[in-house]
């Protein structure tokens, strides 16, 4: 269901990034540009990372302790790759505050509940598993922006425990900044995201693997143009992160890939059929055509 946020949502006092790279140093550079927080502590594991944060600006103090950082914040947002969530959380729960709020912005969810579930304790009554559906196929905080959240979907997938008024709190955050926020189950995102983004990494790492494997791979790849580089744009993204994301939702994956399978099945059968094929690719290019991103007008 969507969610729209009644009033805006207070100044956040002490706003504490675990993992300040892209995602979340683009929420502290958006809250700052909406007027929303006082204070950013930014957690990053390199030198490099946590000094190109106060140079653009992105925080206000970087530090590699993220109990630390965490500790009086009055919200918590964990940015971190989600087989990382766990070990984060179990860190965090003995110095977050009774009133934090909680959110991360993972792109699976069931997982991250899972170790919420296991490690939170007393404090998941505060916790909001978000995912922002925005990125870039470049991580680190040099790639942050303030707009990245204008008109993306953000999902929230509360659990059974959330209070009512953290869960308020995160949509009136992300409202603030422009983000379309959508509530749903875990479970329920785990089986769209598959469908609309998982699954179209893993193909798009495996066409340009199928060619860079073949014997004459780099000479064919010299001839590709626009459509190959429109294809495999996102292949190009973020190995560690998409190991992490692929991995922790496999089961919906898979049952993705079987039904992509069954569509290329029909599509090669359709080979020798040019009626049948023409039917099949006019089919999806009238659904391509007609669909549009949230926020977005569809082509004409």
């Known amino acids: 269901m969507n969610a729209t946020a009644a009033t805006p949502p207070a100044t956040v006092q002490r706003l504490a990034v675990i993992g300040c790279g892209l995602m979340g140093g683009s929420f502290a550079l958006a809250l700052r540009r909406a007027g929303l927080v006082q204070r950013v502590v930014g957690v990053a594991r390199s030198p490099a990372a946590r000094q190109q944060?106060?140079?653009?600006?992105?925080?206000?103090?970087?530090?590699?302790n993220a109990p630390a950082?965490?500790?009086?914040?009055?919200?918590?947002?964990?940015?971190?790759?989600?087989?990382?969530?766990?070990?984060?959380?179990?860190?965090?729960?003995?110095?977050?505050?009774?009133?934090?709020?909680?959110?991360?912005?993972?792109?699976?969810?069931?997982?991250?509940?899972?170790?919420?579930r296991a490690t939170l304790q007393g404090r998941l009554g505060r916790f909001v598993p978000a995912h922002p559906i925005a990125g870039k196929e470049k991580a680190g905080v040099e790639h942050a922006s303030a707009d990245l959240y204008r008109r993306a979907q953000v999902v929230l997938t509360p659990?059974?425990?959330?209070?009512?008024?953290?869960l308020q709190h995160a949509q009136a955050l992300w409202a603030a900044?422009?983000?379309?926020?959508?509530?749903?189950?875990?479970?329920a995102h785990d089986a769209a995201l598959a469908a609309v983004s998982h699954l179209p990494h893993l193909l798009a790492f495996?066409?340009?693997?199928?060619?860079?494997?073949?014997p004459d791979g780099a000479d064919k790849l010299a001839l590709a143009g626009p459509g190959f580089r429109d294809f495999t744009r996102?292949?190009?993204?973020?190995?560690?992160?998409?190991?992490?994301?692929?991995?922790?939702?496999?089961?919906?994956v898979r049952v993705q890939a079987a039904a992509f399978r069954a569509a290329?099945?029909?599509?090669?059968?359709?080979l020798q059929e040019p009626a049948r094929l023409q039917q099949l690719i006019e089919?999806?290019?009238?659904?391509?055509?007609?669909?549009?991103p949230a926020g977005a007008t569809p082509s004409p």
């Open 69 to 116: 950082a965490a500790q009086g914040a009055d919200v918590v947002l964990l940015a971190v790759p989600v087989a990382a969530t766990a070990a984060t959380l179990r860190a965090l729960a003995p110095v977050l505050r009774p009133d934090a709020l909680l959110m991360d912005v993972g792109s699976t969810k069931a997982d991250v509940v899972q170790a919420a």
């Open 234 to 252: 996102i292949a190009a993204s973020d190995p560690e992160i998409w190991r992490d994301i692929l991995h922790a939702n496999a089961a919906q």
């Open 53 to 64: 944060a106060l140079h653009l600006g992105v925080v206000d103090e970087a530090t590699d």
């Open 264 to 270: 290329l099945d029909a599509f090669e059968n359709a």
């Open 206 to 214: 495996a066409a340009v693997y199928a060619l860079a494997t073949q």
């Open 159 to 166: 659990l059974p425990d959330t209070d009512p008024d953290a």
């Open 283 to 292: 089919e999806a290019s009238r659904v391509r055509r007609t669909w549009a």
């Open 177 to 187: 900044l422009g983000a379309r926020v959508r509530v749903m189950t875990p479970q």
